[in-house]
């Protein structure tokens, strides 16, 4: 495959800086039409990521710039991973990701997810606001190795709780290891309501699966 050359993965990065969600898609193609490796496209959104993070922590954009930005990552991201080939690269395991009920931050949860696919981990992000429900029916059915929850505000975090008792309910909590992650959260909170692991950012998150997949296998 071709090397990623520098015009087109500015194309791509400036795309999702400026929340362009179909100029986001029309790079991502283009990069994908060029015969580059998407995994090293996806480092580009990976890295642009982080500086739209650091961008919102200095209050150089506002929360209803950070979810389109999210929604033009994300765009390019769904391009790039439906074409990476089949069997190209062993999986390292599943992985359900989703931000809880009563939640509706996106950006921290699809750089986890952008940074767990470039790490060969096979990732079904079911969105934000996710339900208890939602994440057992998604882990059940593509019978998930980790769940990944993501809370970014205080009043959030209950869900956390509510989700990993609803597996408890269920009877399945066993069958998956279940970690969480968000500003407000700490390994002590983890602790607490039964998670298996607690990442501070998007590395270590994929340290922590991968870890967590390495002792299941």
Do not use: W
């Not at 795309?15 to 790079?27: M, Q, R, T, V």
């Not at 990476?84 to 939640?103: E, F």
């Not at 993501?150 to 869900?159: F, H, Q, Y």
């Amino acid at each position: 495959m071709q090397a990623l050359k520098t015009e087109l993965a500015e194309e791509l990065k400036n795309a999702i800086i400026n929340g362009d969600e179909e100029l986001s898609e029309k790079a991502a193609a283009a990069i994908v039409k060029a015969g580059i490796d998407p995994l090293e496209a996806l480092n580009v959104v990976t890295n642009t990521a982080r500086d739209v993070g650091d961008m919102f922590a200095k209050g150089e954009i506002f929360l209803t710039q950070l979810m389109m930005l999210g929604s033009a990552m994300k765009a390019a991201i769904r391009v790039l991973t439906e074409n990476i080939p089949p069997g190209t690269y062993q999986k390292m395991g599943k992985v359900v990701l989703g931000t809880v009920a009563g939640d509706i931050h996106d950006l921290g949860k699809t750089v986890v997810g952008c940074l767990l696919v470039s790490n060969n981990f096979e990732v079904y992000d079911i969105g934000i606001d996710v339900p208890s429900a939602r994440f057992a029916e998604e882990a059940q059915k593509v019978k998930a190795d980790v769940v990944a929850m993501s809370a970014l505000m205080t009043t959030s975090m209950p869900a956390i709780k509510d989700t990993i008792e609803y597996f408890n309910a269920l009877g399945i909590r066993q069958k998956y290891k279940i970690i969480v992650g968000g500003a407000p959260i700490t390994a002590d909170y983890a602790k607490q309501v039964g998670a298996d692991g607690y990442a501070e950012d998007a590395p270590r998150g994929v340290e922590l699966v991968r870890r967590l997949v390495t002792k299941t296998a």
